[in-house]
């Protein structure tokens, strides 16, 4: 399975954006479909956003406008470009590498083999 590790996340006024990135080693990111979950504390993770290994993006409907999902196999790489950050945004964000895809709506955490340690990302008004 691939190892995946998040960074770019941090503490930031409402209305300012952020890259998350995730970076994969011990194989091709590029053969995965890629997922970014988000959990708030006491809450359930749920996927916000999903790029496929064909490129095809979907995204919660929380999110969409304001986050873009992209990613860059020469890297082997993914991102979230967050924009316009809400106070609800707040939570820790995990990208989750699979090999099966239903559409965003349709995903569970089990569908998701390898996944990150997470990255905080905390938003104030």
């Known amino acids: 399975q691939v190892q995946l590790g998040e960074s770019g996340g941090g503490a930031v006024q409402a209305g300012d954006s952020l890259r998350l990135s995730c970076t994969a080693s011990g194989g091709t990111l590029g053969n995965y479909n890629m997922g970014w979950f988000r959990q708030a504390p006491g809450e359930e993770r749920v996927l916000v956003a999903t790029v496929t290994w064909t490129g095809f993006t979907d995204y919660q409907d929380s999110v969409k406008g304001r986050f873009t999902i992209s990613r860059d196999n020469s890297k082997n790489t993914v991102y979230l470009q967050m924009t316009n950050l809400k106070p609800e945004d707040t939570a820790v964000y995990y990208c989750?590498?699979?090999?099966?895809?239903?559409?965003?709506?349709?995903?569970?955490?089990?569908?998701?083999?390898?996944w990150g340690q997470g990255t905080q990302v905390t938003v104030s008004s």
């Open positions: 989750a590498a699979g090999r099966i895809y239903r559409g965003l709506n349709r995903m569970l955490p089990g569908d998701f083999d390898s």
